[in-house]
């Protein structure tokens, strides 16, 4: 991948790039032509998918560190939300049935009567 390749795939897989194409083309010299050509190469896609998926991996963690903290609050949905993911997660099968946590969430609310 060239210096400006990897500029372009940097802008592209950015989702804090408020720019389109032609913007890009425009901020590192690039001919439209040239641009679109990089986009129909194969491992243009591919260097974008890998960059893609850094990026993905970054974000992940700080998604489950936040539902990792909602769920030390106590909050019910979080907990639910994260024992369905953690089964999916890894694709773990467990011996046991579904049924073996059962998180209640039926507890009722207190009017706040202020």
Not at 59 to 80: F, H, P, R, Y
Not at 92 to 112: G, H, L, N, R, Y
């Amino acid at each position: 991948m060239t210096k400006k390749q990897k500029l372009a795939a940097d802008a592209l897989t950015n989702i804090g790039y408020e720019g389109t194409l032609e913007d890009i083309c425009l901020e590192f010299d690039i001919a439209k032509e040239t641009l679109y050509g990089w986009l129909s190469d194969e491992r243009f896609r591919e260097y974008m998918d890998m960059v893609l998926n850094g990026r993905t991996f970054s974000a992940m963690t700080g998604v489950w560190k936040s539902l990792l903290d909602q769920c030390g609050e106590g909050n019910i949905q979080a907990i639910k939300l994260y024992f369905e993911l953690k089964g999916k997660y890894r694709g773990e099968k467990t011996a046991v049935s579904d049924t073996a946590i059962q998180i209640i969430d039926d507890i009722p609310k207190v009017k706040d009567n202020a």
